[in-house]
């Protein structure tokens, strides 16, 4: 698995609990991303961070939050306040020139599963 | 709003047979277009963009600002190429996250 490391891979939580999961790039890539992909819903954008210390909400920000304490690293905490947390996250990477991305390297991803 | 629209959830085709996922956008401006695609048991990968006008595994995508669309093309499906399509346009000035369409899965039959 090169470039892009999420982990774990498979995750089980109790209703009420927090949990994060890990995304870790070695790319060198400016902007990370996470993403949720639900069958028949594609992919919806969580958080995205551009630079160290600085992220935006996405579409679907609710009930989740993230950090870009490092360049390497943009791990995601699902909260208790997320009302359906039952998901596959995706966690992407991309380097930034004024056109927009290259495109996004994604991680393998982590199923969550919410008991 | 940014929109991007996959009409269709499945699409079935014979080995050989020519395959073309729709894909349409509403977007201000000129976007920046991408296909992704995720293969059984694999990472969802970048297929191609419009911009290097690059065609890789025999598939093209053609922008159309008329109709605003950027249909994939595949002339000889083969059944590698069965797999989900994503369409994913950018709006360009950054790195704002891609809007991704909600998904082709293409089924190629032997």
């Known amino acids: 698995d090169g470039g892009i490391t999420q982990s774990p891979k498979y995750l089980f939580r109790k209703e009420g609990q927090n949990v994060t999961l890990s995304c870790e790039q070695n790319?060198?890539?400016?902007?990370m991303y996470w993403y949720r992909q639900d069958p028949g819903q594609g992919l919806r954008l969580i958080y995205y961070?551009?630079?160290?210390?600085?992220?935006q909400k996405g579409d679907i920000a609710e009930g989740y939050s993230v950090s870009r304490e490092k360049k390497e690293s943009f791990p995601l905490t699902v909260t208790s306040a997320q009302k359906n947390p039952t998901a596959f996250y995706l966690c992407?990477?991309?380097?930034?020139?004024?056109?927009?991305?290259?495109?996004?390297?994604f991680g393998s991803g982590t199923r969550l599963t919410v008991v | 709003a940014q929109r991007v629209t996959q009409p269709e959830k499945l699409l079935s085709v014979f080995k050989g047979a020519p395959v073309e996922l729709k894909c349409n956008y509403s977007?201000?401006?000129?976007?920046?277009l991408f296909w992704y695609v995720q293969y059984s048991r694999q990472r969802l990968q970048l297929l191609l963009r419009h911009i290097s006008r690059e065609s890789i595994k025999g598939f093209t995508a053609d922008l159309n600002k008329g109709e605003t669309s950027f249909h994939l093309k595949e002339p000889f499906a083969q059944e590698e190429d069965s797999a989900m399509y994503y369409c994913a346009p950018h709006s360009g000035g950054g790195a704002d996250g891609l809007t991704f369409g909600k998904g082709t899965h293409l089924i190629i039959q032997p």
């Open positions: 961070s551009q630079i160290v210390n600085d992220f």
């Open positions: 977007y201000s401006g000129s976007p920046e």
């Open positions: 790319l060198n890539h400016d902007a």
């Open positions: 992407a990477s991309s380097s930034i020139n004024s056109g927009g991305p290259y495109g996004y390297t």
